[in-house]
């Protein structure tokens, strides 16, 4: 008996010559031995095992599941009138499926469950803080609460509910993530309340194998990591960005076997290259990707190919290596406390942690936190404590910008958003700052653009594209500016006096304050 990762379990001697042929049960429980001399054996997989904290569940006989309890050093052995076709634990529940019935165990209670009965062979179960997942092969994924009460069915378009697999499905508190089976390539993201689709899919170019969503914070927060065929671990938003279109995954590692997110905070943790991997931050790539190498550590542990995450409950992760053996990893609990910490908005009490810690890690996390909340104040003590002396510097400037617009445009240049940062700047009527920051860019033509749509500083974008082109001595090229030449006399004190009057129209707009009062 192998499992998928080819890791071999029992070996059993049959006394009645060569095996001839094999067939297992829907479920996957049982399966029946055809031999050459004219014998069936019948056998049933036992062993299973369900971890979550210090809870372990295991299914020790075709009809039994043992409940051990390691920290109140407590243990039970439950019977069920059925054999055990699958099972899962979490949140403070035990959910047993067997060939008739689900059983939803109370860790408080174990012995009155909620009792469900069922027709279709059931896949799998997946707890989740509100609700759980029950996939089976008539009716695809049907959440559930805990009193037994359906939530909904959730359903998308190709859905084929004998294909369902627990890697390729994942649950938060409000949404749930599936790789599509017409096209493995797409991840379906339904709102768990309704079961509807939430958004356009998330595209990839290779297939995906497995996926997870995070739970902590609101659904706006939401973030999907997977890893695809080739080995690559992505992350993306759940939904759309301010510009309306559907976020792009971002690869944040290669040769990954496992991943998960934290439940106590919005860290990610990965086995990549037989490595143990946590990210502090993920959305630090849809941030400030410079700092996605400084919000990572890894620590050495040469799993080898094929090891999997069993269980990652606070502190303590538990990684199932390919000979069999388990193994306890400690995860730092500094990121969780961050996470307390950013989410009451205690920026001061964020800062004594990370001054206490003295970890440039933990100051790079709170350095990319502060940006993505437009805490100024928190990411200039943060930047200024690992030396990032050029986002200082751009820190330092935005605070000094008056108005709040104008702040959250450079806030979004900085996300590397320079669409967003436009139309932010446009919405506002800051139609100088507009034309300023595609200056800044070298994005000549549209700043020309928006100058002759407005009608406004059209001889100023042609005054810096001049000094440009005579500091880098080259010619005109572009056709816009070329139908521009004589037509537009350069003044540049006239300039300078428009810029100043910009400059003070903008200070004066109602709401305008320096950063911070």
Known sequence: LLDRNGRVHSRQHVPAGSVQCLQWTVDGTMVAAGCARGDVYFATAVGKTVRWGAVEAEVVEPQKVRLSDASAELEETLEFRDRVVTMSLGWQYLIVATSTQVLVHSLQSVNTPVILEVKDVVLFTMPCEKYFLLADAGHGLVSYNYDGRVVCQLKFPGMRPELLDEMAVAASPDLVAAVDHANPRLIRILEAATGGAMGEPIKHSVEIQNVVISGWGDSLSRKVAFIDKNGDLLVCPVGQGATGRAQVPVKLGS???????????????????????????????????????????????????????????????????????????????????????????????????????????????????????????????AFASIDQVDKLQFVVYIKEIPTPEGRNAELALWRRQPDEAEKILLQAGLIYRAIRMHIRLYNWERALEIAQTHKKHVETVVAYRQRYLEQCQREENLPRFQAMAGKVQVDWDAIAASIQAEKEAEAARPGAKPYGE
């Open 255 to 381: 040769l990954a076997d496992s991943v998960a997110w934290g439940n106590d905070g919005d860290h990610l943790i990965a086995i990549c290259d037989g490595n143990f991997h946590v990210w502090y931050y993920p959305q630090v790539v849809f941030v400030d990707r410079d700092l996605l190498e400084n919000t990572r550590t890894i620590q050495e542990t040469s799993f080898g190919k094929g090891a999997r995450i069993v269980d990652f409950s606070g502190m303590e992760c538990i990684v199932s290596r390919p000979d069999g053996a388990n193994t306890h990893l400690a995860v730092t609990p500094l990121p969780s406390q961050l996470y307390n910490l950013v989410q009451r908005k205690d920026w001061e009490g964020a800062i004594q942690l990370c001054r206490h810690m003295k970890d440039k890690t933990l100051w790079s996390t709170l350095a990319a936190m502060s940006i993505s909340e437009r805490e100024l104040n928190t990411a200039e003590v």
